[in-house]
């Protein structure tokens, strides 16, 4: 057989191949040119297709611990969606609660009020006592409040106490302590602070 195929390329010249005449060709001509299309044909498939499957293969395998780990994260919500549902429910009763130490606009003057009747029942004098401007604070309004008392220290630390008890969420900052009598008397300044909710938002 080899001796067969060696005889079909006797007297074939390469260099004068001409393809308009390619079924005149030696067997043996043909033989090789087929499988030179073959070849080609394979690598052109592996080059343009398989390589192209080969890459989205190991970028979909390089995603695959990203997968796992959003599907344990999503299992996880599922199985414990019961739960969180109470918790979310827990957590707005609790922010509802918050929201009624809040003092509405129109319960900011009775505010003021009642830390003047605490400052009066622990003997102090007021010399003022007057809201500052609001300050937007993320979902919530600042509402300041200079006061400037004088009284003994056991009347300023009583006034403390008491506006600190107040049902109302009152925060007391930036004092300062003066002494304006030798019998003992001290002047303080002292900004407190209460909040609203911004409903705006």
Known sequence: MINSL?????????????FNT???????????????????????????????????????????????????VKAFQVANL???????????ERFSELLKQLPTDTEVPGLLEDI???GLNSGLSFDNIS????????????????IKVKGSYHQLGEFVSGVAALPRIVTLHDFGITPVTTEGDLS???SA?????????
């Open 193 to 201: 602070r209460t909040y609203r909710y911004d409903d705006t938002k």
């Open 82 to 92: 019961e739960a969180l549902k109470l918790q979310m429910a827990d957590v707005e």
């Open 131 to 146: 809201l500052a401007p609001e300050k937007k604070v993320q979902f919530y309004i600042e509402l300041p409040i200079n």
């Open 6 to 18: 060696k005889n079909s390329f006797r007297g074939f010249d390469v260099n004068n191949l001409d």
């Open 116 to 118: 003047t009747e605490i």
């Open 188 to 190: 303080m300044n002292i």
């Open 22 to 72: 390619a079924g005149s060709w030696p067997i043996g001509v043909k033989v090789v040119f087929y499988i030179i299309i073959l070849i080609a044909g394979a690598y052109a498939g592996y080059h343009f297709y398989i390589q192209d499957l080969i890459k989205t293969h190991e970028q979909e395998v390089r995603k695959e611990p990203e997968l796992k780990n959003q599907y344990k």
